[in-house]
């Protein structure tokens, strides 16, 4: 059972356009979301976070923001870069078993065309 | 401070053969936890150990197992090898059991013929 969802597989957007990454969860129990994003031939790097008691948070280009009551996230990209192509990937934390876990979608890859 | 390293980065096995992968996570941390990235199902929780002990797991067969050493560092292991195992393998450590930012290795590449 698919917990986080992101439902488009890819992205193409041009440079210096806004790039809108979107993910859906199911599980209410979430309180912790983050986004990574790979490049080819390496791990995924940390990107940008959000709690679920706020609603909006901001790191220079990239702005998450998540809407509790329809159970949506959003990364927003403004201005793309070539630089910015890549996979990236929804991540949701839940507590069990004594520990917090992650559990990632399936990723979406974004192409910023030059 | 040196990141997470994954050994071997490649490797190219056959069916029902065994492998062997590694993972040093970064100094101090002490929580390190395995994923599994196929094209098709993103990255797949494997297992979690922290302090050479196994705090979770997730829905894969017995033929996945893990360890985790003193020195944390944390190995691996698929038996009876099938096509599917193809992935790649990813290590990550965190520096507490409850924080939230996972820290990646580049991955071990296997390939199963």
């Known amino acids: 059972d698919q917990q986080v969802k992101q439902n488009s597989p890819s992205l193409s957007v041009q440079e210096g356009r806004i790039s809108i990454l979107n993910c859906d969860y199911t599980?209410?129990?979430?309180?912790?979301f983050l986004w990574y994003k790979k490049y080819p031939a390496e791990g995924p790097t940390f990107l940008i976070s959000?709690?679920?008691?706020?609603d909006k948070n901001e790191d220079g280009r990239f702005t998450v923001f998540l809407n509790k009551s329809a159970k949506h996230l959003s990364l927003h990209i403004v201005p793309s870069q070539p630089g910015d192509s890549a996979v990236y990937f929804c991540a949701a934390r839940f507590h069990r078993a004594g520990s917090y876990q992650l559990t990632f979608g399936k990723g979406t890859k974004l192409s910023v065309i030059p | 401070k040196a990141g997470v390293t994954q050994t071997p980065r490649y490797l190219i096995k056959t069916r029902g053969q065994q492998v062997t992968l590694s993972c040093s996570p970064i100094?101090?941390?002490?929580?390190v936890s395995w994923y599994q990235q196929t094209p098709g199902q993103g990255l797949q929780f494997l297992f979690e150990?922290?302090?050479?002990?196994?705090?979770n797991k997730g829905n894969f067969p017995g033929r996945f197992s893990g360890r985790q050493f003193s020195n944390s560092r944390s190995e691996m292991n698929v038996s009876t090898l099938e096509l599917g195992d193809s992935a790649l393998y990813l290590c990550a450590s965190k520096q507490v059991s409850g924080a939230n930012v996972l820290t990646f290795g580049a991955g071990s590449r296997l390939t199963v013929l």
């Open positions: 959000i709690s679920s008691i706020k």
């Open positions: 100094s101090g941390h002490r929580s």
């Open positions: 150990y922290f302090s050479e002990t196994q705090r």
């Open positions: 599980n209410s129990m979430f309180d912790y």
